[in-house]
């Protein structure tokens, strides 16, 4: 089976839960009256439902039929809601089970989302509440259907890659990227004199042919402004070319943190890039950690790297798309998922290309202006970041999938780094 036919698999088995049917929920409360409410209330928000009194029914009803989430009541006198809701777990780990509770003790509600609940609902219960409550876990659990489809897809690409860089070693890697560290060096050096950049030359003959009789020239306020934003482009360029000579040039200042620490770092640069791609109205979501281990991370240029794909994504999605990011265990790596929407007519990297792309100076789009958080040009970014990976004594995959957790198929491009990882310390 290809990655393209795995990811495919998963998130077309999630169509339930991502809304190409109605949603389905089980409701577990011995009061005749919460049972009824609640059940008028998945009609009034468009969800199919099933009420039952205990737990007993419960379990049974949930090995032979498949819910979108469960609605348990914490009190109950058959089997107690802790216990069902780890019986439920035990069935499936992925079941989606929000609490009903009586209880306003923040510390009692701590405890209860330690039980394995996605979240919880404080009796009495408004409509406004409950649809509020149940459409966070709905999207909570197709990024988790999501999150699982991408990272099966990392494995076979990890896989891949491992054997891809084996063979690379014999062909003597040290010595491609010591070419590729003075090409670069030498762009740098050349560019920074004034050779190339074609739009500064040609915006400057444009202002010579402007000048009159006695030799002097007047700038028009529009031009100037093109030739401005030309020159600021042109100096990010060669900035970016000094940060990715430091890059090649110096040993990666590896520092062992928990991911919840990497997520810190990583959070600052989706904010960023929430502001400077505002105009595109694109939706960049926040990633979750739910596991204990410890990675060696440069925190500069791996942030870097991270900001480079977050570029990437947000040149070539779909305006108003979603950029998701995803960080979970893979093998003994941990891997950061960045999946984009493609826009319509791209056809984003085909599978020929994925270990081209991350080539020096080769692009499969034209450059773009548009992100001004944009660090890295000239078709080095990918090659930032595979070489940032290296460092790291990790890999990069980049390549297309497509998602199935929405009403309509969507083609995306999904970028991932694995980072080795070692199990956290006991506490």
Known sequence: MTEQEKYTAVTAGMQQTAGQSKPRALIVDDEAEIRKLLSEMCRICGIDSRAVAGGKEALEIAGKEKFTFFVVDLNMPEIPGPELIAQLLQMDSDSAIIVLTGEKNPEVIVDIMKHGAWDYLVKPITVDQFEKTVNEVLKKKQRRFMEKSALEVGESRLRTKLEWMTYKDKRSKEATEAADKNVI???????????????????????????????????????????SENADYG?????????????????????????????????????????????????????????????????????????????????????????????????????????????????????????????????????????????????????????????????????????????????????????????????
């Not at 500064?200 to 042919?209: A, E, K, M, P, V």
């Not at 870097?304 to 979970?328: R, T």
Request: hydrophobic share 40%.
């Open 185 to 227: 060096y030498n762009l740098r050096a050349s560019l920074s004199q004034g050779d190339g950049f074609g739009a500064l030359i040609s915006l400057i003959d444009i202002i010579r042919y402007q000048e009159n009789e006695n030799g002097d020239t007047v700038v028009d306020k529009e031009l100037m402004k093109v030739l």
């Open 235 to 427: 100096k990010k360029i060669i900035d970016g070319l000094d940060s990715i000579v430091k890059i090649y040039s110096k040993d990666a200042a590896l520092e062992k943190m928990h991911p919840d620490k990497l997520m810190a770092l990583l959070h600052q640069k989706i904010l960023e890039m929430r502001e400077s791609s505002a105009d595109r109205g694109l939706v960049i979501s926040e990633p979750e950690t739910r596991f204990d281990c410890l990675v060696a991370v440069d925190k500069n240029s791996f942030c870097d790297a991270f900001e480079e794909l977050l570029v990437n994504a947000c040149k070539y999605s779909a305006k108003g798309s979603e950029i998701d990011v995803f960080v979970s265990p893979v093998g003994s790596y941990l891997c950061i998922s960045v999946k984009s929407e493609l826009a319509p007519n791209d056809n984003g990297i085909p599978k020929e290309m994925e270990e081209t792309v991350q080539e020096s100076f080769f692009r499969l789009h034209p450059p773009s202006m548009g992100i001004k958080a944009e660090k890295f040009g000239l078709g080095l970014g990918l090659t930032v970041v595979n070489q940032v990976m290296r460092k790291h004594n990790g890999t990069f995959t980049i390549g297309n999938v497509n998602d199935h957790t929405h009403s309509q198929i969507q083609k995306c491009v999904l970028a991932q780094m694995f980072l080795p990882m070692e199990s956290a310390p006991a506490r």
